[in-house]
């Protein structure tokens, strides 16, 4: 796998060291840290797919910094461990662990733990797209009813009326469906009755 960009995180420079000559001959684009508040500034001011991190550093610990990277950088972590217990597993899977190794670990060992993890955080980030298009799709279509209700109550109108008279509305401003109801929830929300008595054939 290559034009992959990791951001190595270890306090040990010959585990930084051995790491990235290892991962940058199999074509790997690699930065390497010693430290949490390191790896926080490279990822302010860099883009990576990728970050590999030691669970025990001085200070912030490879768990919370995953946390940190993840919230603020959408930068997903795989993590190096020393620790092979229950209790870790579960505490690195709540904090978005895509997985994990036990040291000592070689690069051999290492790249194909990369490439699933890569693999699986595209995998995250499109259903996260998905889902973010879902709810935006779900959200107009009860902008739409609430809108279309208003009308249907406001002139006595049937659904499909409202519809219509809601439709040609939105044309009229030039406005997708999908914004003029937005634009007539958040008057709603403000007290501010919208303007629909100046459509055709209706008097307010």
């Known amino acids: 796998m290559t034009n992959v960009r990791l951001l190595l995180v270890d306090d040990e420079p010959l585990i930084l060291a051995t790491f990235k000559r290892g991962l ?43 946390r940190m990277l993840r919230e603020r950088h959408e930068l997903p972590s795989l993590y190096l461990t020393a620790i092979a217990d229950e209790a870790f597993v579960v505490q690195a899977v709540r904090e978005g662990a895509l997985t994990y190794l036990v040291k000592p670990v070689d690069v051999g060992q290492l790249i194909p733990a990369i490439e699933a993890a890569f693999v699986r955080a595209r995998e995250i980030r499109a259903l996260a797209e998905q889902k973010m298009h879902l709810d935006r799709a779900l959200a107009g279509r009860r902008h739409t009813s609430v809108v279309v209700g208003v009308l249907m109550e406001r002139h006595q109108l049937s659904e499909q009326q409202a519809f219509e008279m809601m439709r040609a509305d939105a044309r009229r401003r030039r406005r997708t469906v999908e914004h003029y109801c937005e634009e007539m929830i958040a008057r709603l929300e403000a007290g501010v009755a919208p303007a629909h008595g100046r459509l055709p054939g209706r008097q307010p």
């Open 24 to 66: 940058r001959a199999c074509g790997y684009d690699v930065t390497t840290v010693g430290s949490a508040e390191a790896a926080l500034a490279s990822a302010a001011s860099a883009q990576f797919d990728l970050a590999i991190l030691d669970i025990r550093m001085p200070g912030i610990s490879g768990l919370e910094l995953g």
